[in-house]
């Protein structure tokens, strides 16, 4: 187990390692001289010299990348260019929104999901089968974006249940929750169906396998078998599923906040491009990127978890 | 009075027979050996009478075991004997056995439903022997 | 012919078909404003009603279909282009560092869903079409270069490709002659779901404002302006969601069609 884990740690460094580098690059060697880049053409010679002297732009790059990660590090991800604060507490109040919305989203896909999938399979060829099987095919062609509009149509604007937009903070949670259900809803449901038919398609295959036969041979009920040997196999491929899924819907939060109005990364980030606030899109990016790469490593962590195999083996 | 009892044992895959009016009895006590060429149905009998049979595949008869026919059981009357009273051995145990788990506990696994399962019904002694 | 393979077919074709009339005609002018006729419902004049800008939603639809279908499909090339030959690479050179060092770089690229590369890129260069199909092209890459390592992994094992090695074939010849042309039926199937994605992340980056921008027309961005408009035209942003709906599960369906029919063993796998 040991040499799973520290394999797998050595991984996680090496991908945080190049991808910082990866977005280094492209935001402040692309573009040429960042600080004419952000100030435009307009910009007076001296206000972008005294601009490159305050981001540090004089110094050698190498330099620059190690300033950028040693400030991360300590949690100082530089100052917005536009709005002039620390770019981690505006960050910080974005991914409180956000992430909760992210996370939801994981909830509502995977409580869905697991459902649908088992009935599929346990029902497999019959008409409960077809059903889950059309209601996903639709489900992953339905734009999220989209889907939330007609949510809000329906269930905000028509049957006044849930808020159309707007995020009352999280003072009072219920209030935030209910502000956030109609967007995770929206950005559930095509996960949920792509994550039905992955756990189908991996059940059928794992329940094919001899083992089964021999659990119910044992005196296992068809439940007890799904439970406690169908399930727990059929997991690695659903889990690798669920890995992924976690990065398109940090990516999907970020493109619903617009149909809400809600005051997360999206907004942030949409605003800096506009106004080429390049710092705050760097460090946003950064931040993003990391969470995908975390959440990978934690995905192959359950896969140990699950599969003793793997701990033995490395 | 025999144990089991196997009588006009015929079974078909999607109305294909496959096996045909199969009968045979098996002694309390007794060691019984089924033998035939490769594909001749020994499996079959045997699955035939656990109950699991592949899917399309239908078995005809009568098998009597503690007075009761084993092809025409209700699923959880035969989940009951299966690994209580009726035992199966597959012969490949890479495949037979859940590559997942250790092999300690898939053979604890069959005592352990039993006992709850007895437990859940309420009577707290063995069954029979 | 099966009936999901058939309208898959056919709802894909209806897309085709409307972006390449599109080049020549449309029931009414895409450029054109009539303030005085906006936000009409679906009528005789226009099928499927007016935007705020009195444009006829049917031609933007049609017009639309163009962007999507462009971004898309060069996207899925990008990915194909590059991917392919990484994937051939690695499981031609199997275990080797060439094939951990590819196998990485997937694992990178996965890291950064199309979103983020297209945010990194228009960062710097600003939003446009190409920067989308670059984007989205990127992340189709690893999915290319896994599909076929995958896929060529499984046929390196086999007897002929060995036969061919024993011959004296190296293996950039076998790769392109042997291991190829067997997989590239997994390869139209993925491409048409790839290309499916795609369509899908050009619609999401249009409606953010990161695809297409004005006056290339775009069903992601008809999305966004109809936002505002949502309850008192709900037709504006009906029509172009249910465009790239069931262009997508036109294109999936087709996708599942494809597999069913060109590797049997891959059926019921669904």
């Known amino acids: 187990m040991q040499r799973y884990l520290v394999g797998r740690l050595v991984s996680l460094a090496l991908s945080l390692v190049v991808a910082s580098l990866v977005i280094f690059a492209v935001i402040e060697i692309v573009p040429g001289d960042p600080a004419s880049y952000m100030l435009g053409l307009n910009a007076s010679e001296d206000t972008v010299a005294a601009l490159r002297d305050r981001l540090g732009l004089n110094e050698a790059p190498p330099l620059r990348y190690l300033h950028w990660v040693a400030g991360m590090a300590t949690g100082d991800f530089g100052q917005s260019y536009t709005y002039k604060v620390p770019v981690a507490d505006l960050v910080g109040q974005r991914l409180a929104v956000s992430l909760p919305l992210a996370l939801y989203a994981l909830l509502l896909a995977v409580l869905i999901a697991f459902p649908a999938g088992l009935l599929a399979a346990g029902r497999r060829g019959r008409v409960a089968d077809a059903a889950v099987m059309g209601a996903t095919q639709v489900g992953v062609a339905l734009p999220n974006f989209w889907f939330a509009m007609l949510l809000v149509l329906v269930f905000a604007l028509h049957w006044q249940v849930f808020p159309a937009g707007g995020f009352p903070g999280w003072g009072e949670p219920l209030a935030g929750l209910r502000a956030l259900t109609l967007p995770a809803i929206a950005l559930a449901l095509p996960q949920a169906a792509i994550l039905a038919r992955v756990l189908r398609s991996a059940l059928i295959e794992t329940l094919g396998q001899d083992y089964i036969r021999t659990a119910r041979a044992k005196g296992l009920t068809a439940g007890q078998t799904i439970l406690r040997h169908a399930l727990r196999n059929a997991m690695v491929p659903v889990l690798t599923i669920i890995g992924m899924q976690f990065s398109f819907l940090l990516a999907g939060a970020i493109i619903i906040e617009n149909v809400f109005y809600l005051p997360g990364l999206g907004r942030l980030i949409f605003q800096a491009i506009t106004q080429r606030d390049l710092i705050v899109v760097e460090s946003v990016v950064m931040i993003l990127v990391f969470a995908v790469i975390v959440v990978t490593f934690l995905v192959d962590l359950a896969y140990a978890a699950i599969d003793p195999r793997l701990r033995t083996r490395a | ?129 | 012919m099966r009936l999901s393979f058939a309208l898959g077919l056919a709802l894909s074709l209806a897309a085709l078909a409307a972006a390449a009339v599109s080049l020549v005609w449309t029931p009414h002018d895409v450029a054109t404003l009539a303030i005085a006729d906006r936000l009409r419902p679906p009528d005789a004049a226009h099928w499927l009603g007016t935007d705020h800008f009195g444009r006829d939603i049917a031609s933007m639809l049609m017009a639309g279909a163009r962007t999507s279908i462009a971004v898309a499909l060069v996207a899925v090339g990008i990915g194909m282009g590059a991917g392919v030959p990484l994937g051939l690479l690695a499981a031609a050179r199997s275990g080797s560092l060439t094939d951990e060092v590819v196998m990485r770089g997937n694992d990178l690229i996965f890291a950064f869903p199309s979103l983020v590369i297209a945010i990194l890129i228009t960062a710097v260069f600003g939003p446009s079409a190409v920067n989308a199909i670059i984007a989205i092209g990127i992340f189709n890459i690893p999915v290319f270069a896994r599909v076929t390592r995958g896929g060529a992994l499984s046929l390196w094992t086999l007897d002929f490709i060995r036969a061919a090695e024993v011959a004296g074939k190296g293996r950039v010849r076998i790769s392109a002659e042997h291991i190829l042309p067997n997989i590239l039926n997994l390869l139209v199937v993925q491409g048409t779901i790839q290309f499916s994605l795609g369509i899908l992340a050009e619609a999401g980056l249009s409606y953010v404002g990161l695809g297409a921008q004005p006056p290339t027309p775009s069903w992601g961005r008809m999305l966004a302006e109809a936002q505002t408009m949502v309850t008192l035209a709900p037709h504006v942003a009906i029509f172009p969601g249910l465009a790239i709906v069931l262009t997508v599960l036109g294109l999936n369906l087709l996708g599942d069609g494809l597999r069913d029919r060109l590797d049997p063993r891959l059926r019921g796998r669904a």
């Open chain 2, 1 to 129: 009075m025999s144990l089991l009892a196997v009588r006009d044992l015929s079974v078909t895959i999607h109305e294909t027979p496959i096996l045909g009016e199969v009968a045979f009895d098996l002694q309390e006590g007794g060691i019984f050996g089924l033998v035939g060429e490769s594909g001749s149905g020994k499996s079959i009998t045997a699955l035939a009478l656990m109950g699991l049979l592949p899917e399309g595949a239908e078995a005809e008869g009568t098998a009597e075991f503690l007075g009761r026919n084993l092809l025409t059981l209700p699923e959880d009357a035969l989940t009951r004997l299966r690994g209580a009273e009726i035992g199966m051995i597959f012969q490949e145990p890479m495949t037979a056995l859940n590559p997942m788990k250790t092999i300690g506990d898939q053979v604890a696994e069959t005592l352990l439903i039993h006992r709850a399962a007895r437990r859940a019904r309420g009577s707290g002694r063995p069954a029979s022997r």
